[in-house]
Each structure stands twice: as structure tokens, then as C-alpha cells.
């Protein structure tokens, strides 16, 4: 099962809601909701193409996610150690615009 399930469609990272990035970077450092926080790995499909054709199809995905959200429970040493994460945003043209659902209040 992929680490991180993401909805952001138009993302260079994304293929059938996998992220394929080597790490991804959520932001958001005092979030007091999941709308405060973001993925700020974003890439534009537009101007980015689609990334995901470089890496091996075996893959489930990147597993490795830095985040500054200190205010989250999952959060350890800068590390999210939720088993996975769901990650949202439609339309989006900015990293701002996306949001980590799986952000839960310490
Ligand atoms: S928005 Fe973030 S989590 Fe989603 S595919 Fe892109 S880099 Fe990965």
C-alpha cells in the first residue's frame, strides 16, 4: 500500500493518486487545522510534465516525508511516522493550495 495517497492530480509526483517524489516536504509549522497545512513538493504538471515515468513501476511510492508541522501528533523529529497519509487539493496552481488530511492536533 503506497505511503501516500494523493489526490493532486495535475502534480509532476502524482500517477493514479501515488506520489513517486524521493521525498516530499509538508509545511504548515503551527497548523491548527489540515487546511493550514500544505505539500510544498508540488510540482505543476504544466510546467513540470509528468516525473513519474523515471522511477521503477515495482515502486509503492515515496515513503519518506519531512514535515515542519510541529503541532501535529504524527510529527517526530521533523519526520511524519503516520503509516500513511492522505494528501488533497483540486485545480491547484500553488503548494499553498493543497492540504495534508491526515493532520491531527497534538
Ligand atoms: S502534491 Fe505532494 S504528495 Fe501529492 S503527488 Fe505532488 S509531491 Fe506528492
Known sequence: MPKINCS????????????YANIINVGGKSAK???????????DSIAYSSLTNIINSNSNGCDVIACNVCTCTYN??????????????????LYSETDCLTFKTT
Open 8 to 19: 493532486v492530480s495535475n502534480c509532476s509526483h502524482n500517477d493514479k493518486n501515488t506520489c
Open 33 to 43: 487545522k489540515d487546511s493550514d497545512t500544505c505539500c510544498a513538493s508540488f510540482l
Open 76 to 93: 517526530s523529529n521533523q519526520l511524519c511516522n503516520s503509516k500513511s497519509i492522505d494528501v488533497s487539493g483540486e485545480n491547484v496552481n
